[in-house]
């Protein structure tokens, strides 16, 4: 079946834009993540939605940041007035039931953010 | 906060040879899980293999084997009869029983010499 897909793959903004990234999971995948890759390291947690509940978003850097999945399935992360920093791949990944202990993360291919 | 460290930026392999990955963590649990996961240039993040840290026996899938180390926190994959395909960023990541969260480590480069 088809797996997790992002949209857009590439995105260019200038400083102070707003952007979305949208992410569509695998279908009936309850849990749904968004992680931030910064060059050359390794993705870190922004937040978690279990449907359409998001359960923790500790890791968004700043009130910039702005998740949803309002009907259980694709979700949208929103950067309001983004800045240089904001630039790197935005991974999101889904996983089928809880996401808990040994249950696999199904990645998705990213979106490049490059903020000009 | 648990740590994961990727002493390795880059590890070359020449095809057929075999290449080990080296990963360490930090943690005060003593049930938890651990994954390596293959990141190909411009495309979506694989699982390769997941360790569950109450199994004594090394997780093995084809070519990919790990070498759990508990005591001494370590976790290194060893990819055998390495091929072009191989050739990706490698990520090792954890995860407790009651977290969500993956933590990953910085990846290691993998390239493969034909």
């Known amino acids: 079946g088809a797996g997790v897909s992002q949209s857009p793959r590439y995105k260019v903004a200038k400083r102070g834009q707003d952007v979305a990234l949208r992410c569509d999971p695998i279908?009936?995948?309850?849990?749904l993540f968004w992680y931030q890759q910064a060059l050359g390291q390794g993705p870190e947690f922004l937040t978690y939605?279990?449907?359409?509940?998001?359960?923790?978003k500790s890791g968004l850097p700043s009130d910039r940041f702005f998740a949803e999945r309002p009907e259980g399935s694709v979700s949208t992360l929103k950067i309001q007035r983004t800045q240089q920093e904001d630039s790197a791949v935005y991974l999101c990944?889904?996983?089928?039931?809880?996401?808990?202990?040994?249950?696999?993360?199904?990645f998705g291919p990213g979106t490049r953010l490059l903020v000009l | 906060a648990q740590t994961v460290t990727q002493s390795q930026p880059e590890m070359s392999v020449q095809e057929a040879e075999t290449v080990t990955l080296s990963c360490t963590y930090d943690?005060?649990?003593?049930?938890?899980?651990l994954f390596w996961y293959k990141q190909p240039p411009s495309r979506q993040m694989i699982l390769v293999i997941r360790?569950?840290?109450?199994?004594?026996q090394n997780a093995t899938e084809n070519r990919f084997s790990v070498n759990f180390q508990k005591a001494a926190k370590s976790f290194s994959l060893k990819i055998s009869d390495s091929q072009l395909g191989d050739a990706a960023m490698y990520f090792c990541?954890?995860?407790?029983?009651?977290?969500?969260?993956?933590?990953f480590g910085a990846g290691t480069t993998v390239t493969v010499r034909a």
């Open positions: 990541a954890y995860r407790t029983p009651n977290d969500y969260k993956l933590s």
């Open positions: 939605f279990q449907n359409e509940a998001q359960l923790d």
């Open positions: 943690t005060s649990e003593s049930d938890y899980y």
């Open positions: 360790q569950e840290a109450y199994k004594q």
């Open positions: 279908s009936g995948h309850v849990s």
């Open positions: 990944a889904s996983s089928l039931a809880s996401a808990w202990g040994k249950e696999t993360q199904y």
